[in-house]
């Protein structure tokens, strides 16, 4: 917050709210440093603090939700202190329940299971989104996924907010055989795989819509020229780029290599192989070692073993 305030051109106000005292006068110590007058704290329960602001005039342009394990109980709250177009963004850090410990737990917060697979945290994002689109459907508000952004420790999506109701169905489930590793997403739970007749594994109600907006991405890549980023930051905005178009879901070369008893694949190579027979591939940035391409699993390792 400090430093959107004091570093971002153009910023009216910045408003952090904690029910920490001790944060708050931290932050307070240092703006009071940096001589920031578009700086004011608040020391509130965080829905009682959003709903101060849900009013048409007084909603913020960026609402960024950072709690102490799981985002969902303020979701509500922080939609209707998002104004038309700005943008909310919702870490989340109670990983283990996306990651499909507790399922009890994830059903009660995110509305949707998860699955344990090489793609666990595709599925996590998409459990966050997931939720997000049925607490704004409610409110007839729609969204748009610009940015989703994750580390050891946490998983982060940026949504624009949009006073629509929403016209899209982008509520489905990942559908993955664990027997032959094929993997989707659909609208309808399918039980069977489509390739082996192996009986499926199924997360879901999430997300099954786009995760970043190509244009967003783009103009963060602009920007990077003027700001000292780093390396790890370059990459994680090309992956996002290039796979802002492509497929939910992605593969990853060890998994392939073990299915197939072989070493694997050089990434680039990987993806050339798959390009040059026609279908589309990507990186991702979810994944060092993954890809995404519209390429189904069969004919991967046709093209893989292909001499
Ligand atoms: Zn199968």
Redesign the pocket.
């Known amino acids: 917050g400090l430093r959107v305030a004091n570093e971002v051109k153009g910023v009216e106000k910045v408003i952090i709210n904690d029910v920490n005292a001790d944060a708050l006068e931290i932050a307070s110590e240092s703006a009071k440093i940096n001589n920031l007058e578009n700086f004011e704290i608040s020391e509130d329960e965080t829905c009682r603090f959003l709903s101060s602001h849900s009013r048409k005039n007084s909603r913020a342009s960026i609402v960024d939700i950072d709690p102490f394990g799981s985002p969902s109980r303020y979701i509500d709250c922080a939609i209707r202190a998002t104004m038309h177009g700005g943008m909310l963004a919702l870490t989340a850090t109670d990983l283990q329940v996306l990651h499909g410990l507790f399922n009890k737990a994830a059903k009660r917060r995110y509305y949707g299971t998860p699955i344990k697979t090489e793609f666990s945290n595709e599925i996590a994002i998409r459990l966050i989104i997931g939720c997000v689109s049925f607490v704004a459907g409610r409110l007839d508000i729609s969204f748009q996924p610009l940015f989703v952004d994750h580390d050891m420790h946490y998983y982060r999506t940026y949504l624009k907010i949009l006073n629509t109701p929403d016209q899209e169905e982008n509520i489905g489930y990942i559908i993955f ?1 664990r ?4 993997r989707y997403s659909h609208t309808s739970r399918l039980t069977k ?6 009986e ?1 594994e199924i997360a879901g109600p999430l997300w099954i819509g786009k995760l970043f907006e190509k244009e967003f991405v783009s103009q963060m890549k602009n920007i990077r020229k003027e700001l000292t980023v780093h390396k790890r930051c370059e990459r994680i905005l090309d992956r996002s780029e290039e796979e802002a178009d492509m497929p939910a879901t992605y593969y990853t070369l060890d998994e392939i290599a073990s299915k197939m008893n072989s070493a694997p694949l050089k990434l680039s190579d990987a993806i050339s192989k798959i390009t040059s027979s026609g279908f589309k591939a990507s990186t991702t940035s979810l994944n060092p070692s993954g890809f995404r391409t519209d390429c189904e699993i069969d004919e991967i390792i046709k093209i893989f073993s292909a001499k």
């Open positions: 055989c027997n032959c590793k094929d795989c489509r390739k082996c007749n192996h499926t």
